[in-house]
């Protein structure tokens, strides 16, 4: 009876205060909503997750409750949010793109998840735990996330803007808040009349594409292997007939991307092909193709996959050749399995702007679809299509081989955007063309 009467006694000195302060004019209440977690209501307060835990006598930030009653001080930053009502996320619309929220309580950018894509892959994007990335959104099973989520990645470094926006650009969007090495980036604005707008990104020329009778603008940004994680310049320059040239500025975070390293014997008498001056030939060979701009799109939504068979290596793995102790080269697309012969698919209409047989891929295809982006075919047996034809999905533009730099058969794919190689298989998960006017962009 004595242990029941101090635990009660305990339990009374605990609460007494938080209920003091309940009644004090300086605090209001919170009520825990489902899905909400510590992390996210402290940031729509303009508090640290820190305060708001001693605040309320938390000792374990993950243990909130749905109904739970929270202190907040009423003088908390932002809005305050009433009972049973959802905290307010400060606007910062005008300064940061909607991809990223900048808050007093610290910097995050918001990751909408992808098809096919897990936790843990998204944590490894970002340069984080999958413990760090469950706890900030409340996710209990890390196996439990789906496509279309939006999930905060705290410590990120979101997009800042060096400037307002004039009041001639209405939206400036930068997607992702974080570009990673060896993926596409996208910049969409939308101007209040005509303009002709360009770009420029890590010492790059940017191209635009303009819609809507010249109110709507994107761009894709490839980010290239090797680029050093940092912060970078953004500069979009909008020529408008009213206010002549308008620049906007911000500064966007480059981190490193999840890239393994392979070990690859070539197949005997090829070592040649590892020349320096051969190599860098047909690189400008492939850069000259890819770096024309045709401003008629033929892609849709996304790519399809070139071939009915398995991945055998991905992207962007760093590469030592026959015995070197340096990975100084890199995977530059994707690689499928296949038997001599068999299938390969146009993954969206296009235009063959090269068919030739090279020293280092082989027997080649390059498809321009569009707005900057080309997608190539290495190391075929057969070539079934001539520069200049009109390809449709689907469509067998040749057949798997093992002619150029190989260790033997298989399909290396790879996309191009504004001349830079990117992951392909992000364009097969991702759908880039999310800029049409009901997003009210």
């Known amino acids: 009876m004595r242990r029941v009467f101090m635990l009660l006694l305990l339990l009374m000195l605990l609460v007494s205060p938080l209920l003091a302060q309940e009644e004090s004019e300086d605090y209001t209440i919170h009520v ?3 899905g909400e977690n510590l992390f996210r209501i402290a940031l729509g ?4 997750t820190e305060a708001l835990a001693n605040l309320n006598g938390i000792n374990d930030p993950a243990s909130i409750q749905v109904g739970q009653r929270l202190l907040v001080p009423r003088d908390a930053v932002g809005e305050i949010a009433q009972p049973d009502a959802e905290p307010i996320i400060p ?3 005008q300064v940061a793109p909607a991809d990223s929220v900048v808050a007093e309580s610290g910097e995050f950018v918001l990751h909408t998840v992808l098809p096919g894509e897990s936790l843990f892959q998204i944590a490894l994007s970002y340069g984080t735990e999958v413990s760090e990335l469950a706890s900030a959104n409340g996710i209990l099973d890390p196996t ?3 496509a279309g989520q939006q999930l905060i990645v705290p410590g ?7 400037t307002d ?3 001639q650009v209405s939206r400036f969007v930068v997607t992702p808040g974080v570009f990673i090495e060896g ?3 996208q910049v969409t604005m939308r101007t209040t009349e005509s303009a002709q707008v360009t770009g420029r990104f890590l010492d790059s020329d940017l191209q635009a594409i303009t819609l809507e009778d010249g109110l709507l603008h994107v761009i894709f940004i490839g980010i290239p292997v090797f680029s050093e994680a940092g912060i970078y310049p953004l500069q979009v320059v909008a020529q408008l007939p009213s206010a002549g040239d308008l620049l906007i500025e911000a500064e966007v975070q480059v981190i490193g991307g999840t890239y ?3 070990v690859i014997d070539l197949l005997e008498g090829r070592d040649d092909l590892l020349n320096e001056n051969v190599e860098a030939a047909e690189m400008a060979l492939l850069r000259n193709a890819a770096t024309t701009f045709n401003p008629e799109r033929y892609f849709d939504d996304t790519m399809g996959l070139p071939a009915a068979a398995a991945v055998t290596s991905g992207f962007g793995t760093r590469r030592s050749y026959n015995g070197s102790a340096e990975f100084n080269r890199f995977h530059s697309g994707t690689d499928f399995a296949g038997a001599p012969g068999s299938p390969i698919l146009a993954p969206a209409d296009g235009r063959v702007v090269l068919a030739d047989t090279l020293n280092v891929r082989g027997n080649s295809t390059m498809i321009d679809h569009g707005w900057g982006i080309f997608t190539g075919y290495w190391h075929q047996t057969e070539i079934y299509v001539t520069p200049g034809e009109f390809v449709e999905t689907g469509q067998v533009i040749g057949t798997i081989g093992s002619t150029g730099r190989v260790t033997g058969a298989h399909l290396h794919w790879e996309l191009w955007v504004n001349g830079v190689p990117v992951d392909p298989m992000q364009w097969v998960q991702q759908p880039f063309l999310t800029f049409s006017s009901q997003q009210d962009l």
């Open 45 to 48: 307060y303009g508090l640290t």
């Open 260 to 262: 393994g390293r392979e």
């Open 165 to 167: 926006l004039p009041e």
């Open 156 to 162: 990120a470094v979101p997009v800042n803007f060096l």
């Open 91 to 93: 606007d910062t619309e």
């Open 183 to 185: 993926k596409t980036g």
């Open 32 to 34: 825990v909503q489902r």
């Open 144 to 146: 439990r996330i789906f």
